[in-house]
């Protein structure tokens, strides 16, 4: 298996290694922007791990050079910050199939717009495959395949991976949010809206705000029967009263410890049912597991189809991904009880 | 009512609704949501 790994960042790097785990992998192209972060990935991966690089300032320029690097390779896994649609499509016409990290609304809007390219290749383009959205769409497809019938579902999250995943929590309190109420499409106030959620333990009880997150969007494509589907983000009081700024200081190389939760509501063997479930790890951690299982599950063609969507719609077998997850040290957990307004 | 005046009143009911609200803010019971339950981890026959 010929895979491309274009960002070698905090996720880049850790899907890259769960990649090379698997002996199927035979050639792992690295396409990274900072040289020195391409050169200490492949000094810590060694063989078959290479660095490539794409010349030019300009996407045109870049995507003209990517077509180069690109052909022959059976997986591509994007997780920079920049050029997913161009390079999604340039990958999927040159035959392979596409991972994609972006957790950026208006990304995931042109990538599952890639669904007919996808189609017409017979390839997986997979979309927001990382922590939340990803690792939340597998839960909360696999919670509500244990359901009769899902009306709701609530997403939260806490934590960043890499400092461009802490740029996009900024600016994803900064923007408006796109919920699903009542069958319609209802946009709020980024940084509004608080409510407490419990996460798994150590995090425990955050107060979580509206924010520009993709998995309403992703996760009405797998459920379009469900008619609230929400997605909030944990954030202090400092996070949301500097949203309207550029960010105040240079991001961490990496953020500690991140959480998601899943809430379903619905109903089973009629009567109402509520099942929440979660995960607790490093996000980029997480997110680089996610996009390596997820890529390696495309090529093996273990996916319900061929197509663009988010790993709520693709994955059918969601106990087999939460295997290979766990394998991986991925976790999941469901919270068992009795539970408040907000459990 | 001069313009000093009006500051004056201004502060004066700003010093008062801080006073209050940092009362409040104190004092104030708020009931935190209870739980009961707990996590656990997916395993077994959570897979089936």
């Known amino acids: 298996m010929k895979v491309l790994l274009y960002g070698a960042g905090a996720t880049g790097a850790r899907a890259g ?8 992998v035979e050639d792992l192209i690295i396409v990274e922007t900072d040289q020195t972060v391409a ?8 063989s078959p791990a290479r660095v490539v690089k794409i010349p030019g300032q300009r996407t045109e320029t870049r995507l003209a050079n ?8 059976d997986l591509v896994i994007l997780s920079a910050e920049d050029d997913h649609e161009a390079f ?29 390219i996808a189609h017409e290749m017979n390839k997986s383009m997979i979309v927001g495959a990382a922590f939340s959205p990803g690792f939340s769409c597998v839960l909360a497809k696999h919670g509500v395949r ?3 019938r899902v009306d709701e579902v609530h997403v939260a999250r806490m934590g960043t991976g890499g400092p461009s995943c802490a740029r996009q929590h900024h600016r994803s309190l900064r923007n408006d949010a796109l919920n699903r109420v ?8 980024g940084g509004s809206g608080r409510e407490l959620f419990w996460f798994p333990d150590p995090v425990g009880g955050l107060d979580c705000y509206q924010a520009s997150l993709p998995e309403p969007l992703l996760l009405h494509d797998a459920f379009p029967q469900a008619s609230r589907i929400t997605a909030r983000l944990a954030a202090t009081r400092r996070d949301r009263s500097t949203k309207w700024l550029p960010m105040l200081r240079k991001p961490h190389p990496e953020g500690l410890l991140g959480a998601v939760r899943v809430e379903l509501r619905g109903t089973h063997e009629g009567r109402a049912e509520t099942r929440v479930y979660g995960a607790l790890d490093r996000p980029a951690v997480a997110a680089g597991t996610v996009a390596a299982v997820a890529g390696i599950w495309a090529v093996r063609v273990a996916y319900a189809r061929s197509g663009a969507g988010s790993l709520g719609v693709l994955v059918d077998d969601t106990a087999a991904f939460l295997k290979d997850l766990s394998t991986c040290g991925v976790r999941a957990a469901v919270f068992e009880g009795h539970t408040s307004s907000h459990g | 009512m001069s313009m000093i005046s009006a500051i004056r009143r201004t502060v004066v009911a700003l010093g ?11 004092n104030s019971e708020s009931e935190v949501p209870t739980s009961d339950g707990g996590w656990r981890e997916l395993s077994g026959p959570d897979f089936d």
């Open chain 1, 146 to 148: 244990k359901m009769d």
């Open chain 1, 39 to 46: 050169d200490n990935a492949v000094l810590s991966y060694g």
């Open chain 1, 66 to 73: 990517f077509f180069d690097v690109v052909d022959g390779c």
């Open chain 1, 182 to 189: 009542d069958g319609e499409w209802v946009t709020a106030r």
């Open chain 1, 17 to 24: 290694r769960q990649l090379l785990s698997n002996a199927a």
């Open chain 1, 88 to 116: 999604a499509e340039a990958a999927l016409r040159s035959g392979a199939h596409v991972v994609s990290t972006s957790d950026d609304v208006d990304v995931v809007e042109d990538l599952i717009a890639l669904d007919s």
């Open chain 2, 16 to 26: 008062i609704a801080s006073v209050v609200a940092a009362y409040l803010r104190v």
